[in-house]
């Protein structure tokens, strides 16, 4: 998956910032990109340099924040040897080891104004020395910065200096926080979710409809990051159980309390109503069960949704009979090139991508059961082995306790 589909979200920001990466990113323009704290610039930074002609050279990304400012210009752009105590070798800096790529200077806002001049240089015409040196280098690189802070505030105050303001701005991206972005949430969710539960093999039985819906009604000052922190916690103490709204409200209310948040921004369960029919389980299942596109794109137009708990279907062929149709627009399948496409939450997955994590979970769902997996699935328990025996899961598959 490339990294400008890993931006998440079907909002108009969303789409809005992936067409801009899009036009931008062919460009060798010098990008300033702006935003809160976790809305994304680093992964906004990468997807300009995947969208452009430099993306098979090195992306370098410098958090500036984070360097000494005694040592920021070392790092930047070299050293000689002895030029200053605990420089023992020559070094290359981030502006030599980028060469031909992308540098990418987060937190540019914390850059001294030394080394300012020097940034502005290497803008200008490409040229640097290492510190302690007297020779002229060149390197050709694109240069995107990003920072949180007023830049244009700081140069009027003498903070920050005003050529290079201008010269970092010639092409500015403009990220929105979460809060802006609630259509996008749900997405989110799912992706992070996934992730999260695949890479550390947490059984993942989703979130119900009144949590997302409550989690849609906080502010979010972490933006992105915090939500995903936030994801990846309450799925860990919940142990993989489905998370409800009240599991979200407590975790809420704590992170809160530890962050000394405004509380004014947390939700309260207005009007919690309860979800029999897991909903969001049975989509997923559905989205990997079936082999042919073209059915599971009738099903999801033609269908409609029945009030029927998740103990009252005992076979997922069942659901595939009866009328059960999607909730969410966020879940909405589109066929494109023989995949299922859900950009806005989990990516590209191909259909047998889809069948084999379906098998995974149902597996694990019940205990690895080849009976009742096999008959929850539609499928004959020979079938079933044959899949498992195709996609080399009989070392995988492992049961949490």
Request: aromatic content about 6%; overall charge positive.
């Amino acid at each position: 998956m490339s990294v400008l589909k890993s931006i998440v979200g079907s909002s108009h920001e969303a789409v809005s910032l992936r067409n801009l990466i899009e036009t931008i990113g062919k460009s060798d323009s010098t990008t300033l990109i702006l935003g809160e704290s976790g809305t994304g610039k680093d992964l906004t930074a990468r997807a300009l340099h995947e969208a452009s002609s430099r993306k098979n050279n090195p992306f370098i990304p410098v958090n500036c924040g984070a360097i000494p400012k005694d040592l920021l210009e070392s790092e930047l752009f070299g050293h000689k040897k002895g030029s200053f105590t605990g420089a023992g070798n020559d070094k290359k800096g981030y502006f030599e080891e980028a060469n031909k790529g992308t540098i990418f200077l987060d937190e540019i806002g914390e850059t001294p104004i030394e080394t300012q001049v020097k940034l502005l240089r290497v803008l200008e015409n490409g040229e640097f020395m290492r510190v302690g040196e007297a020779k002229t280098r060149k390197t050709d690189v694109r240069l995107i910065a990003a920072t949180n802070k007023d830049l244009h505030q700081m140069a009027n105050n003498g903070e920050f200096r005003q050529d290079l303001y201008f010269r970092l701005k010639t092409v500015t991206v403009a990220l929105p926080p979460l809060r802006k972005r609630i259509q996008d949430i749900s997405a989110f969710i799912e992706r992070f979710s996934l992730e999260f539960t695949r890479s550390n093999d947490i059984r993942y039985r989703g979130f119900t409809p009144e949590a997302i819906r409550l989690m849609k009604r906080y502010d979010w000052p972490g933006n992105v990051r915090e939500l995903k922190h936030f994801i990846e916690k309450i799925i860990v103490l919940n142990k993989g159980e489905r998370i409800s709204v009240e599991n979200v409200q407590k975790e809420l209310i704590d992170s809160s309390i530890a962050n000394t948040s405004k509380n004014s921004t947390l939700p309260v369960i207005v009007d919690k109503t309860t979800n029999k029919a897991e909903i969001d389980l049975i989509l997923r299942q559905l989205f990997m069960l079936k082999q042919d596109t073209e059915l599971i794109q009738n099903l999801i137009l033609n269908s409609k949704v029945s009030n029927r708990s998740p103990e009252s279907i005992k076979n997922i062929g069942e659901i595939v009979k009866g009328n059960i149709s999607l909730p969410e627009k966020s879940m909405e399948i589109i066929e494109e090139n023989g995949y299922f496409i859900n950009n806005s939450a989990i990516g590209d997955f191909s259909i047998k991508e889809l069948e084999k994590e379906a098998i995974i979970r149902t597996l694990k769902y019940f205990n690895n059961n080849r009976r009742k997996t096999a008959r929850s699935l539609g499928l004959s328990e020979r079938t079933l082995y044959r899949k498992i025996d195709e996609y080399g899961l009989e070392p995988k598959i492992k049961i949490n306790s």
